[in-house]
């Protein structure tokens, strides 16, 4: 594609001197965002640089405190969301905002329902959203299914079914490829592609470095709610410079090696052939301590199955897990709690955190007798562990009692983290960890997860992220379709070898069961 | 039964008496309180009360918030103590738990009168005026006996009030003694509310329980229309209806004869106005002038008379509005 | 206690369990009613089956009914009404009041029907304004409402019942075409107009999408606040509705009318399978739900209890129906 | 309707308003009281403002006090109870029969009150075993016990009001140390045990997990179910100590006891600030909610308002206060 930057389109939305404040915050400081149509234009940023907080101002989700905003050059204001919708802004959020409840057509159209004098065109309707959905590349998601019974990745993709049915001018993606696996991102990528050809702009917004190269044309950098960089070439700024940008420093060494060797002791937490009806079956692997299990798979593979059923929070068909010797209760949480399990759930929000409970009250969840006595508690020593905790995974800003609600997404996913350290389990599995979180804090997730290691606590860790199971883990499982299909060190096999082996499956499997969906 | 209602009974909104006892005198101050009025017959208490005291330039009534939480009652009555008042006139929710705090205001010195549900010490109060429920019961059931004049397979359905209240009890234990007297009992039974609404649910489900009905006592007239509207709506016209406590509406459909409501019995609404009347008259320290006793009685019961068609303009003049 | 909620499992029935016709979680229901059903015929034989009776239970259920319906609306919208009965009190004694009865013998009884439909949408107007815009929490509001109309109905009525001296008004509502009586036929009318406004429109949806998660129903560009009001100036006007109809049942209008309806209402809607926390309602449900409680009575009438014992069967019965109930629904996922 | 609650601006005041003593909210409910008082004075003068008048309120206060103390906990804990009435009703009932009177004259009255509380907690008990284990809505689950609970009360008492023999029981609970009322003096403890409990034990800091997230909380290792056991068993608890201090206050025991309830503790938590969705609780809050509520009916009473005209007033005053409060709120964030 030939450079689009060198011709001066006019731009289709100009963002002047944005500032937006809450209570003791001030997210934007007078950012500036210059967005030309046919493009797609990247934001990054560090977690809670302002990025969420941008785009909601521009699709009227927030009111803006002080700037102005430009469309196609005239002053408008996004009064609310639907004065953005009417302009022809349409927004995929950060966090899925669908209504459960809901089918997945309705959740397409909702707000902009086909109707005909109030009374819905059902079939229309789901036709529509059918076609949606094929563009997409799922065909197999129907559009009568409730959305509630989908995983993240398919709320994802109707997310941006939902984007796309407005026929906007800009659609903004909020880390639309966070919950997704590479298959899907080049689905998703593709559609930006056609989107891009038929002059609409994309605002897009990711943590993944190697997707801005791949799909960006310029890119705008925001720090602390200010821009400190725009028009940049998305293609050709170096990921030195832009870390430079976004964090002030230099990162490196993503993922940090193991310098000692694994002890030979027994298994700390040993599976054995655990299986839960139309889920996963015959699952077992040992885990030593020290030791780093990576579960690889596509989305949907029934990887959070296996480790929420691992945990207790599911109950297992068949099967058992033992910890230490010991062999913990089917489907207890508690028990595995106190036999030093810990998860960090892959849905943070709805699982993870109380949303409208303080940092340190959120980090101290898990550990609350342990700072009480005779069950009371003791609140000094509990903030200030929890405070210690937050700081060891650097969340920002470092207020330990600021309501976890209005964090920003990164930094929830570190507080749930925080809780298990601060535990000290023996064991811990952790559900898609570094979601959402940027590549300074990412690279601080991953060796944070190495020290555990070291320190001789035992990991289980699942990721879309191929590349981040396979740099982290000492071994590796690849599920497809609930079952084991490999087990080997992670040293032994790459990304396009782990995919190879579940696509062998898929085939299979397909081949039996007939739709997959 | 019938005929003892005395000039101070029924009436005595109406009548004045010619004695000096009604001239004015020392201000009284006179506590009110009652349960929430939330049916005819208790609104129809209320506001007799309040007209018995209008009629002397000496009373001050301080009413209290009707209401069925006797917690809520008897911190009314604290506030009475609190404020020194000379007189209450108590119409408890539940008499047995109003017993303590009425003992408390009796030991501070205050005149206490009690209306309609009686309390479980004589020490409580000072002089109780009753209406007479199980009287009633007596009465309406007597009424039936009479008209089934020794027909042993009448059929008898009763629509009682508020199920959980003593009052209800004491009713219908009246009515069954009765009936039980002349070999007849009661083959249906439900209990409805006191209100329209619930009377006329009570009624729908009642009369599909009972095909044939040969009499129907209804505790209370307030849930009477409602009991109506549900036979009228049935089509049924089969049995005689007997009232209870006496409102201007039934008396003048029974001085219409047209529905089938034939009788009522009268559950005075008058109660607390005499109370008001006696209470004033303790204050004061004044006697009942009718009566040769020098002394106020400790206790008037008054009378369940059955209205008819017969007798239905003696009474009408008195009826409450509902 | 949502605690037990948000379980791993998930119902697999869609939110619009009418439009769907959720049939796993109805049929909970309707084997509840048969077996209810089964009961009354046991014990009462013909007294309970005859087609007299059957009228009786509609007739009965209709009034609660029309609130139920209404109240489905505002549940599957996240909120709740705690003032319904009061708004059928007021409704009744201002349609009724020898003002509104004399203009309603000049210009005829529509009159009456007008001003009890109209005051009841007035206050709905006003919880939902209060709601929407005032931010004050349902239950709250809905509560001071309760109170304040209820005190209304009792000083414009001077706490007297107001009978309604209009022939032509008891004439129609008293009439019973093709052998159903009226307030059957409205109630039959309203619950069908009911699904399909909460199942077959843009209005359902987003109730729907207002109840189950507001913020992405405003973020979808939905005006939030005034479709709350709209759903309690819905429920206002089905209160209305339904004092039109208790007015011609008991041919009165009284401030003690609809005593209780709130607690009622919610029960059976509730039971019918809509979720309290909202995003999730379903009419034929509530519609079952008001069956079923009226049946009950009906049977315990039938069947000579006593007060007391009826409200301990009722409240076992209502536990064992809704355990019995979620094993269905639990084996059928 | 929750639509409005997750708007853009966030409360700044931590979910315990009783912990950090929320200033801001509770500010709100002191003016609203301050205000209150300042009408009462206006108004009645010495009546009001007198040592006697104050523990009137006091001791009105006190028994539905201590019921909405265990509400504030159950409420937080994100559920609801409507059988409080009841429970209060049949904790009474049971400690007064004849059989659990003459077994105190033999052991002493403690055996009354030893049955009350067990009661309340047996039937506290029941309540969260159905709904934490039967997975029955707390809505559902509790009115069934509302109306199972009064119907055997009823059953039990044969509808007669149970008169309390022993003089011993009547003169503890009647005494006055220090010239207050025990009935004042227990309240205060429950409290202060209450206040403790939320905000000081681990107890409380599962009861907030609980009720904000309870998906997280049970990934987090908390026993949800057992805890919400417990919760209702508190509530049990407390209003087995209702039934006890209105035993003592009527010298009897009824099925009527406790009589509407389950709306005014309900109330009194609300507009104290504890979030009906859970999460978010206050007993501080609950104890002025409750004190608003007495004062306001104490205040109407020396002014000799109808009943009808309170009802209206009392309407408009939660209104105003509660937009009061929020205003308030509001400018401290
Ligand atoms: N509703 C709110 N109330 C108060 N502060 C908020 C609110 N929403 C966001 N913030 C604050 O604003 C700042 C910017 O947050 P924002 O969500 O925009 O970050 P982000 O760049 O999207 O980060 P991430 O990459 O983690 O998603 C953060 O400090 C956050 O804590
Ligand atoms: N609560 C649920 N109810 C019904 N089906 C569900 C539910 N959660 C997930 N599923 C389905 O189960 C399958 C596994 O989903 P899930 O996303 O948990 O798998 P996964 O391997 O953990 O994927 P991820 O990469 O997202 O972690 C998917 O087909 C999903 O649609
Ligand atoms: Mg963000
Ligand atoms: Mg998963």
């Known amino acids: 594609?030939?450079?689009?930057?060198?011709?001066?389109?006019?731009?289709?939305?100009?963002?002047?001197?944005?500032?937006?404040?809450?209570?003791?915050?001030?997210?934007?400081?007078?950012?500036?965002?210059?967005?030309?149509?046919?493009?797609?234009?990247?934001?990054?940023?560090?977690?809670?640089?302002?990025?969420?907080?941008?785009?909601?101002?521009?699709?009227?989700?927030h009111a803006v405190d002080d700037g102005s905003i430009l469309w196609n050059g005239e002053p408008i204001s996004f009064a609310d969301p639907q004065a953005a919708l009417a302009a022809g802004v349409a927004t995929i959020y950060q966090e899925l905002d669908l209504i459960d409840g809901l089918s997945v057509a309705d959740n397409i159209f909702l707000g902009h329902e086909k109707a005909r004098g109030g009374i819905t065109r059902d079939a229309d309707m789901n036709r529509s959203a059918r076609e949606l959905l094929k563009t997409l590349g799922h065909p197999e998601i129907r559009p009568t299914r409730?959305?509630?019974?989908?995983?993240?990745?398919?709320?994802?993709?109707?997310?941006?079914?939902?984007?796309?049915?407005?026929?906007?001018?800009?659609?903004?993606?909020?880390?639309?490829?966070?919950?997704?696996?590479?298959?899907?991102?080049?689905?998703?990528?593709?559609?930006?592609?056609?989107?891009?050809?038929?002059?609409?702009?994309?605002?897009?917004?990711?943590?993944?470095?190697?997707?801005?190269?791949?799909?960006?044309?310029?890119?705008?950098?925001?720090?602390?709610?200010?821009?400190?960089?725009?028009?940049?070439?998305?293609?050709?700024?170096?990921?030195?410079?832009?870390?430079?940008?976004?964090?002030?420093?230099?990162?490196?060494?993503?993922?940090?090696?193991?310098?000692?060797?694994?002890?030979?002791?027994?298994?700390?937490?040993?599976?054995?052939?655990?299986?839960?009806d139309q889920e996963f079956d015959d699952v077992s692997f040992d885990v030593r301590p020290g030791e780093i299990i990576g579960l690889a798979g596509l989305v949907g593979a029934g990887r959070s199955e296996i480790i929420e059923t691992i945990f207790g929070a599911r109950k297992a068909a068949r099967g058992t897990v033992t910890v230490d010797g010991k062999r913990l209760r089917n489907g207890s949480v508690d028990s595995a709690v106190e036999s030093g399990l810990g998860l960090c759930p892959e849905e943070r929000k709805s699982q993870g955190l109380i949303l409208d409970d303080a940092v340190y009250r959120n980090i101290s969840l898990a550990s609350l007798d342990r700072y009480a006595r005779y069950g009371i508690s003791s609140e000094g020593s509990e903030r200030r562990a929890a405070h210690a905790a937050a700081r060891s995974v650097d969340v920002r800003p470092d207020d330990p009692d600021r309501i976890i609600r209005t964090l920003s997404g990164g930094n929830q996913q570190k507080v749930v983290l925080a809780r298990w350290l601060l535990r000290s389990c023996k064991v811990l599995l952790l559900d898609e960890p570094t979601r959402g979180v940027d590549v300074g804090a990412r690279a601080e997730i991953y060796a944070l997860i190495r020290e555990l290691a070291d320190s001789g606590v035992a990991l289980v860790i699942v990721s879309s992220d191929i590349d981040e199971v396979l740099g982290l883990s000492d071994r590796v499982l690849v599920i497809a379709d609930g079952r084991v299909v490999h087990d080997g060190p992670s040293d032994g096999i790459d990304a396009s070898g782990v995919l190879d082996r579940i696509l062998a499956e898929h085939d299979t499997t397909t081949d039996q069961k007939g739709d997959a969906a | 039964t019938n005929g003892s209602s005395s000039d101070d009974g029924a009436n005595s909104t109406v009548d004045k008496s010619n004695t000096d006892n009604d001239k004015s005198g020392d201000k009284v101050v006179i506590g009110f309180s009652a349960p929430a009025a939330d049916h005819g017959w208790?609104?129809?208490?209320?506001?007799?009360?309040?007209?018995?005291?209008?009629?002397?330039?000496?009373?001050?009534?301080?009413?209290?918030?009707?209401?069925?939480?006797?917690?809520?009652?008897?911190?009314?009555?604290?506030?009475?103590?609190?404020?020194?008042?000379?007189?209450?006139?108590?119409?408890?929710?539940?008499?047995?738990?109003?017993?303590?705090?009425?003992?408390?205001?009796?030991?501070?010195?205050?005149?206490?009168?009690?209306?309609?549900?009686?309390?479980?010490?004589?020490?409580?109060?000072?002089?109780?005026?009753?209406?007479?429920?199980?009287?009633?019961?007596?009465?309406?059931?007597?009424?039936?006996?009479?008209?089934?004049?020794?027909?042993?397979?009448?059929?008898?359905?009763?629509?009682?009030?508020?199920?959980?209240?003593?009052?209800?009890?004491?009713?219908?234990?009246?009515?069954?003694?009765?009936?039980?007297?002349?070999?007849?009992?009661?083959?249906?039974?439900?209990?409805?509310?006191?209100?329209?609404?619930?009377?006329?649910?009570?009624?729908?489900?009642?009369?599909?329980?009972?095909?044939?009905?040969?009499?129907?006592?209804?505790?209370?007239?307030?849930?009477?229309?409602?009991?109506?509207?549900?036979?009228?709506?049935?089509?049924?016209?089969?049995?005689?209806?007997?009232?209870?406590?006496?409102?201007?509406?039934?008396?003048?459909?029974?001085?219409?004869?047209?529905?089938?409501?034939?009788?009522?019995?009268?559950?005075?609404?008058?109660?607390?106005?005499?109370?008001?009347?006696?209470?004033?008259?303790?204050?004061?320290?004044?006697?009942?002038?009718?009566?040769?006793?020098?002394?106020?009685?400790?206790?008037?019961?008054?009378?369940?008379?059955?209205?008819?068609?017969?007798?239905?303009?003696?009474?009408?003049?008195?009826?409450?509005?509902? | 206690m949502s605690a037990t909620d948000t379980s791993t499992t998930l119902p697999s029935t869609a939110g619009r369990g009418g439009g769907s016709l959720g049939v796993a979680r109805n049929l909970g229901l309707v084997i509840a009613l048969v077996l209810l059903c089964v009961v009354g015929i046991i014990t009462s034989g013909d007294r309970f089956a005859s087609t007299d009776n059957m009228l009786t239970i509609l007739r009965l259920a209709a009034v609660i009914g029309v609130v139920s319906i209404g109240m489905t609306f505002v549940i599957t919208g996240g909120g709740i009404d705690l003032s319904v009965g009061a708004i059928v009190a007021l409704s009744s004694v201002w349609a009724t009041t020898t003002g509104t009865q004399s203009m309603a013998d000049d210009f005829g009884w529509i009159v009456m029907v007008f001003s009890a439909v109209i005051v009841g949408t007035a206050c709905g107007v006003v919880n939902g304004v209060l709601i929407a815009y005032g931010k004050i929490v349902p239950f709250i509001a809905t509560l001071a409402m309760l109170a304040s109309a209820r005190g209304l109905a009792e000083i414009i009525a001077d706490r007297k019942t107001q009978i309604i001296t209009d022939q032509g008004f008891t004439d129609f509502f008293g009439a019973e075409p093709l052998g159903i009586p009226m307030i059957v036929i409205i109630f039959a009318l309203v619950t069908l107009v009911g699904w399909f406004l909460l199942n077959r429109t843009t209005f359902g949806r987003r109730t729907f999408a207002v109840g189950g998660n507001p913020e992405a129903a405003r973020l979808a560009g939905i005006k939030v606040q005034r479709h709350t009001v709209y759903l309690y100036a819905l429920l206002g006007?089905?209160?209305?509705?339904?004092?039109?109809?208790?007015?011609?049942?008991?041919?009165?209008?009284?401030?003690?009318?609809?005593?209780?309806?709130?607690?009622?209402?919610?029960?059976?809607?509730?039971?019918?399978?809509?979720?309290?926390?909202?995003?999730?309602?379903?009419?034929?449900?509530?519609?079952?739900?008001?069956?079923?409680?009226?049946?009950?009575?009906?049977?315990?009438?039938?069947?000579?209890?006593?007060?007391?014992?009826?409200?301990?069967?009722?409240?076992?019965?209502?536990?064992?129906?809704?355990?019995?109930?979620?094993?269905?629904?639990?084996?059928?996922?």
């Open chain 2, 42 to 322: 208790m609104g129809a208490i209320t506001k007799n009360a309040v007209a018995q005291a209008k009629q002397y330039d000496d009373i001050d009534l301080k009413v209290a918030e009707g209401t069925n939480d006797v917690n809520l009652q008897i911190s009314q009555v604290e506030t009475f103590i609190n404020d020194k008042v000379d007189a209450i006139v108590l119409l408890p929710f539940d008499g047995a738990a109003m017993t303590a705090v009425a003992r408390k205001a009796m030991d501070a010195g205050i005149i206490v009168i009690n209306v309609d549900r009686e309390f479980d010490s004589p020490f409580a109060a000072r002089t109780t005026v009753l209406g007479d429920n199980y009287g009633m019961g007596v009465s309406a059931g007597t009424y039936v006996c009479d008209k089934a004049n020794g027909d042993k397979n009448k059929v008898v359905a009763e629509i009682a009030g508020i199920d959980s209240l003593p009052l209800t009890q004491d009713r219908s234990r009246g009515f069954k003694d009765a009936l039980t007297k002349c070999g007849l009992k009661v083959n249906n039974r439900v209990a409805a509310e006191f209100t329209v609404e619930s009377g006329e649910k009570a009624a729908s489900n009642l009369l599909q329980a009972a095909p044939k009905i040969d009499y129907l006592w209804n505790h209370d007239d307030d849930q009477g229309v409602g009991v109506l509207a549900a036979i009228k709506n049935a089509n049924r016209k089969e049995f005689v209806m007997i009232g209870g406590a006496g409102s201007a509406n039934v008396m003048r459909a029974i001085k219409a004869d047209n529905t089938v409501l034939k009788a009522t019995v009268i559950y005075p609404s008058t109660q607390a106005a005499d109370a008001i009347k006696l209470a004033r008259l303790l204050v004061q320290k004044k006697s009942m002038s009718d009566l040769s006793e020098i002394e106020v009685p400790r206790e008037l019961k008054l009378s369940a008379p059955v209205v008819t068609k017969d007798n239905v303009d003696t009474y009408l003049k008195s009826a409450f509005e509902s």
């Open chain 3, 237 to 333: 006007t089905t209160c209305g509705i339904a004092a039109v109809m208790l007015m011609s049942r008991t041919t009165t209008g009284s401030s003690t009318h609809g005593l209780g309806y709130e607690l009622d209402a919610i029960a059976a809607v509730v039971i019918g399978g809509t979720l309290l926390s909202g995003g999730r309602g379903t009419v034929i449900g509530t519609l079952f739900g008001v069956i079923i409680f009226t049946t009950l009575t009906n049977v315990f009438t039938l069947n000579n209890l006593s007060t007391s014992a009826q409200a301990v069967a009722k409240g076992v019965i209502i536990v064992v129906a809704v355990l019995l109930q979620q094993r269905i629904a639990d084996r059928k996922t």
């Open chain 1, 1 to 61: 594609m030939t450079s689009i930057t060198a011709m001066p389109t006019p731009p289709l939305l100009e963002m002047r001197g944005i500032v937006k404040e809450f209570p003791g915050v001030r997210a934007l400081d007078g950012v500036d965002l210059v967005v030309r149509p046919g493009e797609v234009h990247c934001l990054l940023g560090q977690n809670g640089a302002g990025k969420s907080t941008l785009i909601k101002v521009l699709s009227g989700a």
């Open chain 1, 146 to 276: 409730e959305v509630g019974s989908l995983s993240s990745a398919g709320k994802q993709i109707v997310s941006m079914a939902r984007a796309l049915s407005r026929r906007a001018q800009i659609i903004v993606m909020d880390e639309p490829s966070a919950v997704l696996d590479p298959d899907e991102v080049d689905g998703l990528f593709r559609v930006i592609g056609d989107l891009r050809s038929s002059g609409a702009a994309i605002i897009y917004i990711s943590h993944r470095l190697e997707e801005i190269r791949r799909i960006g044309d310029r890119l705008t950098v925001l720090k602390d709610g200010k821009t400190v960089a725009s028009d940049l070439p998305a293609r050709d700024t170096s990921t030195a410079d832009l870390i430079k940008l976004m964090t002030g420093a230099t990162v490196s060494s993503i993922f940090p090696r193991r310098t000692t060797g694994l002890p030979e002791v027994r298994p700390l937490l040993s599976v054995a052939a655990i299986g839960r």
